[in-house]
Every structure is written in structure tokens, then in C-alpha cells.
């Protein structure tokens, strides 16, 4: 929206920003600059406290005798100002910088402040008994803060052995470690010190220049190296007995940091931090800022992870694993995350969105990019097939009925915290990934760098972002961004018969809302610019689409006679599409040999989001399915099976259920008795489709696969702490799900002990899931007690209570406890998993729970989660809608199967 070609223009947006924005009431008011930060923190792990000694230099644009900053469950001490007027300026030659007098040549008396908090907009106020002069203000603060147990701020993080105080600060709560001016467009630089005991160490952003014992008995200061400027949520301070492996890559060390007893399992991440650090320093044509990169696995974190500069802390399920016996999952997922938040260092640390209303350049940019590093080092994993999969869910979420566009409005707390969903990430990620589709990646990349290279340190918008990719590809990429940045909403691309010159093509806006598509558009439709690639025969072509357009022509597409053609080459495109039957037609009988995988799973996605809308019928769907049951890519058949799933639940009756059980043992237990069983060293995808045809066949109740599953079971748990390297990892996995949906009260104790074993954090994070998939009510009840009681760390017991919420045979049973049991329910919830549990009751799909879900939470607020709310009221009403409808299409197309 802004463009920024001169200083006058620069100057101009600021202005503006700062007149639009001082006026919103959690902004902080204007004319004050932080330039430096000096932090000196005193934890207590014992007594669970901190103290800290802080000075802010500053610049005052005008005069004021007062200072109004962010603090949150700060209490404070002392307060001093030494202004430092314009005057006090000597200066050189004409057109030269000002040099700033030493504190010997001025002379500073302080100012002592009177402070008063406003805890509802979490700012303190210093008013002082005479002006301040324009020009630069030294703070020096003295206050005291609780190290919480809500995983934010600085926080305490607990082993059966120790206390560790960490930090989390995204997006709003470097406010709660130290006074601060805590938004993203105020960067500064900082000093850090810290005074910790005697056995312990200390981890900040930047290196270590000196650890000098006291300034008392059994304590010892450890400075850091200045940073360079940065946003306050980056900031990052860790203190505990933290053990390191480590290396470096293109001469920057790196050390992989975790708990004493973990440290064995820092080296896979080691090795894909070192991969993907030079993969970076090559893409973006700029070498990592940083002098060092430090990762650290943090036992509590509510994140997956988080991108401090220079200071990456995981949850750690997210760093470690084992380097021999780790599952290929669990290693995509270490590789991934690394790859995100390392991307970070760049995208969002050292240029950083002026306001959270443009966090998807931080997120959405990473969320893209993780994939793209990791299938780099490790093609033969299949990352292009995950991408598929994760546009599809992506497309299902924004075609809700309560979206909201990619840029929105995020001015409170609970608003920003609301912004890190899955258009920031899905949504963002997906619109880049289709533009470097478009452009191609060399092009996209050389705007990258010409982005990056303009804002070095500094703040950017979305404009910057797609202005330097218009200017360097000279295509309408500013077009393009901007219409899916400020619109919400999945556009429907829907081709017509041939006529001269072309194909009809009609746009709309895809509801999976049945009643929302049948009722007329009028004013709603957004106006897209779209970039259409379609497959032939021959090499994909792409065309810039506007709003305006009606007939799709392009050159390859001109003969008679083409055999098929498909509408989104690559499956980058965001978009859905609808063809007329003789062209689904032909698409479909060419899907497995003229599609790749990625393709075969966005036309399974585009017919189940039509089935949803209500345009195609169920059975149409399903037959889709059966012709690709045979499919070589896991990656699709799970595909299908996650649809099914949601099938299965939304839309058949108990009787319904049944009937498609028998349908899927039909045709697929062929397939998976085909496949034979685990063989050395057969291909990943062999691997992955066993596993995902016998959790879809156990799901069916195929005799066969549950007498499978318990022998395949008993071994898993009679190998005890031990894996059993003589068992299929992914089938063993598959298997034990299995057994535990229909597991006993011996089943659930073996899984439960495996819960409480700390040691190996991707066996206890499994062991966790498992226990939501027991299905007996009195098992049940148990998982609910377990989650209730604060025994799950606060990180796991969200996820756990949603997918109890989730699940068609757990849903009710869970509903019920969490409205009887609030108080202790939402004792345990985080930032976000209240939210989450919002969320999930969009699962449910009856007019009781519908009017259940919006009476309670009238009653009981759960913050950050009013849009979250109306997407769960929503989704409800569209389960009730497509159930009506599609229930008797579904019976029709079982009766047919039957016979």
C-alpha cells in the first residue's frame, strides 16, 4: 500500500503510519526511539523471581515530562532520567554527523520519575518534575518480576531434577522480562548480562565475552556481545545446566543445547542446522548476521519454536531425536523446523514488518522456505507431496465461512495473538510459493535478495515484498500479492466447453458452506488476479489472470484433439477448480500416468472441497478414491484417507459407517496384502503406504489387520525401553495405534508408563497420543482426569483434550467433561490452547452442540479467541448442512457397492 522509493516518501509513510496508529489504544505514544538497551537480570529458580537493572538511552523527538513505555507484571523500583539536550551537541564540518559530548562535559543531574501503571494496556508511565529536553534521554530502571508458569515472558521450565528460566517473548511479552518499547517497528541494540549461580550458564543472542565470579558468594556474571538492532520479541536470555554439541557451517559455530541427559540427541539437528545454514548463505546472497547460532530444546515450551536472533529455542520434540533409530517422521519434522526458524534469522530478524498486521512476511515467508532447504539436503523424503498436502488444508481453512485476510487488523494483545494461524502461515506460505511457481525460481529469488538487500536491519511492509519482485521480473506480481493479501477467501476456477479461441473460465469465491454457495454473490466477490499453470501433454503454461477475464487461451491449449488438460500445474496454485464432466473425465483416467504425486493430491482435494460446497456428489468423490487405490505415493493415499476420516465422521450414520467399512476392506485389503510385508532396504514411500493402508484397514475393523495389530503390539511393549530394531518402525507405529483405539485397561497402563518416561521426548510425546485414541468411556475418563490434574505438561494436555474433542467416538464424552470440569480444564490452558479448545468444538455437528458451544463460551470468555469462535459456530452449521445433504448420496453410492 505504501511505496517507499525516496526519503520523502519514507518520510511520508512514517508520518502517516504515526498519525493512523498512536491513535489505537494499546500503541504506545509517539516521539520516543529506543536506540540501546543495557539489561542486567538476577534470576532466583528457587524462589521463582527476578530482579533487574536496565537502562534505555533514547531519543525524545519534543520536549515531555513524560515516558510511557510497555511493562507487565513488572514491579518497580527506582527510576532516573539524564537527558542529554540537542545542545549539548558538538559538531564537525558542515553536513557531518553530531558528535556527542562525554558525560564529563555535560553535566547530569537525574530525574527521579513517579510511575504509574496501566495494567489494562500494559504500559507504565515515568512523569517527571521538570521537562525533558528533545534529543537523547539515558533511563536507568531497577524493578522485580515472577518467573510464571504460562510459558511466556520470562518463565520457569521444570525437570523432575531442576528449574530452568527461559524466555518467550512472540509476539507481546519481552513487556514482562523487562520495561521496554515492545513493538516490532522499535528496534534497538542490546547489552545483556547475567547474574546466575555458580553451576549454572547463561544463553543469550549473541556470544559470550566474559564470565567474572560474583558480584557475591556462589554467583558469577556473564556478559554478551552487543547485538545488532533488533525488534524486543526477539530478545533471548536462558539460564539452567544446559549441555551442547556442536560445529559450524561457513565459519559461524553452532552449538544444539538441551537438559544434561538429552544431549545425545542434539545431532541430527546439528547436522541440519549446518546444511541449512549455507543453503541459506548461498539463496539469499547474504551471509548469516550473526556470530553465532545457538539452538536450545527447551523441556516447557508452548511453540514449536521460536526465532530469536541468534537463539533459536524448541520445543524439544521439535530439536532432538534419536540419530540412529529416529523415524524418518520424526527427522522431517527436526529438519523442517530448523529450516523455518533459521530462515527466520533473515526473514523477520533482520528485516522485520513495521506492525503485526503484516506478520505473514515473517511467517508466511518460513513457512514456505522450511521445505524448500530441507528437500534440498533430503529430496528422496518427498517434501513436494507434504506441500501438497499442507495447500489442501490451507484451502479447507480459508474457505470457511469466518476468515479473514491475510493482512488484518491486530492491535491488542488478543488480536495479534490471533494473527499466528493458519493464513499467516498456510495462507502466506502458499501465495509465495505460487508466485515463485509463476515467476520461476531463479527470478523469484534475485527479488528475494533485492528485498532483503533495501531493509537490512530495518522494517519492511508487503509492498516492499512485492514491489522488489515486480521491479525485478517485470510481471504483475503487485497485482497478484496484493489481491490475495487484502482479500479473503479461496478463489473457484471453473473451465467451460471449448469454444473458438479458448475455454470459458468463470471465478467465484468457494464457501464449504453449502447454503453460503447457493445464495447470490452480489457485492461479495473478491477480484483475484490469479496466475492459471495448466498441464497438457506437453510443458505447463502459465497466464496472469485478472478479475476481468472470460475465456482461457492459451497458446497450447489452442489445438483440437488435446486428451486432458489440468488446471494447476505443480499444485501451486491457490485456487480450486471445477471442470465439466467430459474434462474430470479424461483427467481422471490420466491421473496416475500423466499427474505427479503433488497434482494427484490437489484434484483429490479439489473434488473433496466441492463434495463439502455441495457441488459434487459424495459417491463421485469416493469413485475417485477407488481409482487411485493402488496410487504409489503414500502421500496420496493418506490423502484419501484423511478424507475418508472426515467423512466417516461428518456425514455417515452409525449404519452408513458400516457399509463403508466393508467397501474399504474390499478394496483395499487387496492392496495391502500385495505389498507383502517389510523388506531392508525398500523405498520410504513402500514404507509410509503399509503403514497408512493398515491404519485405514484397522480403522475398518478388517479381521486380519487387528490379529496384526496385536501381535505386532505385544512385541512393541515386550521390547520395554529398547526398540526392537527387528520391527518396521512405521508399521509398528501403525500398529499400536490400531490396537489402542480398541485397547484394554493393561494396553492403557504400558502406554501411560511410557508417558511418564522423560528420557526420550518423541516416545513420551507418542505415548501422549496414544492415550487419546482409546475409545472405552472409562479409559476415556481417565485421559480426561490425567489432563485435568496438571500431571501433562501444559504444552501437551491442549492437544490432548482437542483431539478427544475431535474424535466422533470421544467428542461427546469430552464436551461433557470440559463444561463440568472448567475451572480445573482451563486451569492448564497456555496462550493458545484455550483457543484450540474453542476451536475443536467445530467438530461438533448438531444443532444441541452448536447452541451448547455458543451458550457456554458467552459465559466463560476465553481470550484470544473471538474470531476463533465464530470459525467454530460456523464450521458446526456447514457439518449440519453437508450431512443433509450428502447423507443420502452417500447411501445411494453404498447400495450400488453392495450390489
Known amino acids: 500500500m505504501f511505496v517507499r522509493n525516496t526519503a520523502s516518501a519514507f518520510s511520508a509513510f512514517v508520518l502517516f503510519l504515526f498519525a493512523t496508529v498512536g491513535v489505537q489504544g494499546q500503541r504506545l505514544p509517539l516521539g520516543v526511539h529506543p536506540e540501546h538497551y543495557g539489561l542486567t537480570i538476577t534470576p532466583d529458580l528457587k524462589a521463582a523471581t527476578f530482579s533487574g537493572e536496565e537502562t534505555i538511552d533514547l531519543v525524545l523527538d519534543v520536549p515531555s515530562k513524560s515516558i510511557t513505555l510497555n511493562a507487565a507484571e513488572i514491579k518497580f523500583g527506582e527510576v532516573k532520567a539524564y537527558a542529554l539536550p540537542v545542545a549539548?551537541?558538538?559538531?564537525?564540518?558542515?553536513?557531518?554527523?553530531?558528535?556527542?559530548?562525554?558525560?564529563?562535559?555535560?553535566?547530569r543531574h537525574p530525574q527521579i520519575a513517579v510511575t504509574t501503571l496501566d495494567g489494562e494496556k500494559e504500559q507504565a508511565t515515568f512523569k517527571f518534575p521538570e521537562e525533558l529536553a528533545a534529543g537523547k534521554v539515558t533511563l536507568e530502571i531497577r524493578y522485580t518480576g515472577v518467573l510464571n508458569d504460562k510459558l511466556r515472558g520470562f518463565y520457569l521450565s521444570k525437570t523432575k531434577v531442576r528449574n530452568y528460566a527461559v524466555t518467550q517473548f512472540e509476539p507481546?511479552?519481552?513487556?514482562?522480562?523487562?520495561?521496554?518499547?515492545?513493538?516490532?517497528?522499535?528496534?534497538?541494540?542490546?547489552?545483556?548480562?547475567?547474574?546466575?549461580?555458580?553451576?549454572?550458564?547463561?544463553?543469550?543472542?549473541?556470544n559470550l565475552i566474559s564470565d567474572k565470579s560474583g558480584p557475591v558468594a556462589g554467583k558469577h556474571t556473564l556478559r554478551f556481545a552487543t547485538t545488532?538492532?533488533?525488534?524486543?520479541?526477539?530478545?533471548?536470555?536462558?539460564?539452567?545446566?544446559?549441555?551442547?554439541?556442536?560445529?559450524?557451517?561457513?565459519?559461524?559455530?553452532?552449538?544444539?543445547?538441551?537438559?544434561?541427559?538429552?544431549?545425545?540427541?542434539?545431532?541430527?539437528?546439528?547436522?541440519?542446522?549446518?546444511?541449512?545454514?549455507?543453503?541459506?548463505?548461498?539463496?539469499?546472497?547474504?551471509?548469516?548476521?550473526?556470530?553465532?547460532?545457538?539452538?536450545?530444546?527447551?523441556?516447557?515450551?508452548?511453540?514449536?519454536?521460536?526465532?530469536?536472533f541468534g537463539c533459536i529455542t524448541y520445543r524439544e520434540t521439535d530439536l532432538l531425536v534419536e540419530p540412529k533409530i529416529g523415524t524418518i517422521g520424526e527427522k522431517?519434522?527436526?529438519?523442517?523446523?530448523?529450516?523455518?526458524?533459521?530462515?527466520?534469522?533473515?526473514?523477520?530478524?533482520?528485516?522485520?514488518?513495521?506492525?503485526?498486521?503484516?506478520?505473514?512476511?515473517?511467517?508466511?515467508?518460513?513457512?514456505?522456505?522450511?521445505?524448500?532447504?530441507?528437500?534440498?539436503?533430503?529430496?528422496?523424503?518427498?517434501?513436494?507431496?507434504?506441500?501438497?498436502?499442507?495447500?489442501?488444508?490451507?484451502?479447507?481453512?480459508?474457505?470457511?465461512?469466518?476468515?479473514?485476510?491475510?493482512?488484518?487488523?491486530a492491535d491488542t494483545p488478543d488480536e495479534i495473538n490471533e494473527m499466528f494461524d493458519g493464513i499467516s502461515y498456510g495462507k502466506a506460505g502458499a501465495v509465495i510459493g505460487m508466485v515463485e511457481n509463476y515467476l520461476g525460481a531463479e527470478v523469484f529469488r534475485q527479488g528475494v535478495q533485492s528485498y532483503l538487500k533495501a531493509h537490512l536491519y530495518a522494517n519492511a511492509s508487503a509492498e516492499d515484498f512485492w514491489n522488489a519482485q515486480t521491479s525485478n521480473s517485470h510481471l504483475p506480481v503487485d497485482k497478484i500479492m496484493s489481491s490475495f493479501v487484502t482479500q479473503p477467501g479461496v478463489p473457484l476456477l471453473g473451465f467451460g466447453e471449448r469454444q473458438a479461441g479458448g475455454f470459458p473460465l468463470t471465478g467465484s469465491r468457494l464457501f464449504s458452506s453449502i447454503s453460503e454457495m447457493r445464495r447470490p454473490m452480489g457485492g461479495r466477490m473478491p477480484e483475484w488476479t490469479v496466475p492459471i499453470c495448466?498441464?497438457?501433454?506437453?510443458?505447463?503454461?502459465?497466464?496472469?489472470?485478472?478479475?476481468?477475464?472470460?475465456?482461457?487461451?492459451?497458446?497450447?491449449?489452442?489445438?483440437?484433439?488435446?486428451?486432458?488438460?489440468?488446471?494447476?500445474?505443480?499444485?501451486?496454485?491457490?485456487?480450486?477448480?471445477?471442470?465439466?464432466?467430459?474434462?474430470?473425465?479424461?483427467?481422471?483416467?490420466?491421473?496416475?500416468?500423466?499427474?505427479?504425486?503433488?497434482?494427484?493430491?490437489?484434484?483429490?482435494?479439489?473434488?473433496?472441497?466441492?463434495?463439502?460446497?455441495?457441488?459434487?456428489?459424495?459417491?463421485?468423490?469416493?469413485?475417485?478414491?477407488?481409482?487411485?487405490?493402488?496410487?504409489?505415493?503414500?502421500?496420496?493415499?493418506?490423502?484419501?484417507?484423511?478424507?475418508?476420516?472426515?467423512?466417516?465422521?461428518?456425514?455417515?450414520?452409525?449404519?452408513?459407517?458400516?457399509?463403508?467399512a466393508a467397501v474399504l476392506r474390499r478394496q483395499f485389503g487387496p492392496v495391502y496384502s500385495a505389498l507383502g510385508g517389510p523388506a531392508k532396504k525398500e523405498s520410504y514411500d513402500r514404507q509410509q503406504i503399509r503403514g497408512t493402508?493398515?491404519?485405514?484397514?484397522?480403522?475398518?475393523?478388517?479381521?486380519?489387520?487387528?490379529?496384526?495389530?496385536?501381535?505386532?503390539?505385544?512385541?512393541?511393549?515386550?521390547?520395554?525401553?529398547?526398540?526392537?530394531?527387528?520391527?518396521d518402525s512405521t508399521l509398528a507405529d501403525a500398529a499400536v495405534q490400531v490396537s489402542a483405539a480398541h485397547g484394554d485397561v493393561a494396553l492403557y497402563d504400558k502406554v501411560l508408563a511410557v508417558s511418564r518416561n522423560f528420557s526420550d521426548p518423541a516416545q513420551q510425546i507418542d505415548a501422549l497420543r496414544l492415550l487419546v485414541q482409546f475409545r472405552d468411556p472409562a479409559l476415556v475418563k481417565r485421559t480426561l482426569d490425567l489432563i485435568a490434574s496438571g500431571e501433562v505438561r501444559n504444552q501437551d494436555s491442549g492437544t490432548m483434550l482437542t483431539s478427544l474433542m475431535r474424535q466422533r467416538e470421544t467428542r461427546d464424552q469430552a464436551w461433557d467433561y470440559v463444561r463440568k470440569n472448567?475451572?480445573?480444564?482451563?486451569?492448564?490452558?497456555?496462550?493458545?490452547?484455550?483457543?484450540?479448545?474453542?476451536?475443536?468444538?467445530?467438530?461438533?455437528?448438531?444443532e444441541k452442540q452448536r447452541d451448547e458451544v455458543i451458550g457456554f463460551f458467552a459465559a466463560h470468555k476465553v481470550a484470544a479467541a473471538e474470531r476463533t469462535l465464530s470459525k467454530a459456530v460456523d464450521s458446526i452449521n456447514d457439518c449440519i448442512e453437508v450431512r443433509a445433504v450428502q447423507e443420502p448420496k452417500l447411501r445411494a453410492w453404498l447400495q450400488l457397492q453392495a450390489k
Open 822 to 846: 472448567w475451572e480445573q480444564v482451563r486451569a492448564q490452558f497456555t496462550v493458545s490452547s484455550g483457543a484450540e479448545v474453542v476451536e475443536a468444538t467445530g467438530s461438533f455437528c448438531t
Open 172 to 206: 507481546t511479552d519481552a513487556r514482562r522480562a523487562f520495561p521496554s518499547f515492545d513493538e516490532p517497528a522499535l528496534k534497538a541494540t542490546y547489552d545483556i548480562t547475567m547474574v546466575v549461580d555458580s553451576g549454572d550458564t547463561a544463553i543469550s543472542n549473541t
Open 534 to 660: 495448466v498441464k497438457t501433454e506437453g510443458q505447463p503454461v502459465c497466464r496472469a489472470m485478472t478479475p476481468d477475464f472470460s475465456i482461457f487461451h492459451p497458446h497450447m491449449l489452442e489445438a483440437e484433439g488435446l486428451p486432458f488438460f489440468y488446471a494447476n500445474a505443480g499444485a501451486k496454485g491457490y485456487y480450486r477448480t471445477v471442470y465439466t464432466p467430459a474434462q474430470f473425465e479424461a483427467i481422471e483416467a490420466r491421473a496416475e500416468g500423466s499427474l505427479t504425486p503433488p497434482e494427484r493430491i490437489g484434484l483429490l482435494g479439489d473434488r473433496w472441497a466441492l463434495v463439502r460446497s455441495g457441488e459434487v456428489a459424495v459417491g463421485d468423490y469416493l469413485g475417485l478414491v477407488l481409482r487411485l487405490k493402488q496410487d504409489p505415493s503414500e502421500a496420496v493415499i493418506d490423502t484419501a484417507h484423511q478424507e475418508i476420516q472426515k467423512l466417516d465422521s461428518d456425514i455417515a450414520t452409525d449404519e452408513d459407517r458400516a457399509e463403508l
Open 332 to 409: 522431517k519434522r527436526v529438519a523442517t523446523v530448523v529450516a523455518h526458524e533459521t530462515a527466520h534469522q533473515w526473514f523477520g530478524d533482520m528485516v522485520t514488518m513495521w506492525w503485526w498486521d503484516n506478520l505473514w512476511l515473517n511467517e508466511g515467508f518460513a513457512t514456505w522456505m522450511e521445505t524448500k532447504a530441507a528437500a534440498a539436503w533430503h529430496p528422496e523424503w518427498n517434501f513436494a507431496e507434504d506441500d501438497a498436502q499442507a495447500l489442501n488444508d490451507t484451502l479447507d481453512l480459508d474457505a470457511q465461512r469466518t476468515t479473514r485476510a491475510i493482512r488484518a487488523t
Open 228 to 308: 545488532p538492532k533488533m525488534s524486543s520479541y526477539l530478545v533471548a536470555f536462558l539460564v539452567g545446566d544446559f549441555k551442547c554439541s556442536e560445529g559450524k557451517s561457513d565459519g559461524v559455530p553452532i552449538r544444539v543445547c538441551s537438559t544434561p541427559d538429552k544431549v545425545g540427541l542434539t545431532k541430527f539437528a546439528l547436522e541440519s542446522a549446518k546444511y541449512v545454514l549455507h543453503y541459506y548463505d548461498t539463496y539469499f546472497g547474504i551471509k548469516y548476521p550473526m556470530p553465532k547460532l545457538d539452538m536450545i530444546a527447551l523441556p516447557d515450551f508452548e511453540a514449536g519454536a521460536m526465532e530469536n
Open 693 to 727: 493402508l493398515f491404519e485405514l484397514l484397522g480403522e475398518a475393523r478388517d479381521p486380519a489387520v487387528l490379529a496384526e495389530a496385536q501381535i505386532l503390539t505385544v512385541r512393541v511393549f515386550a521390547a520395554g525401553s529398547e526398540k526392537d530394531k527387528t520391527l
Open 88 to 107: 549539548a551537541y558538538s559538531y564537525g564540518k558542515l553536513g557531518s554527523q553530531p558528535k556527542p559530548l562525554t558525560p564529563m562535559e555535560v553535566d
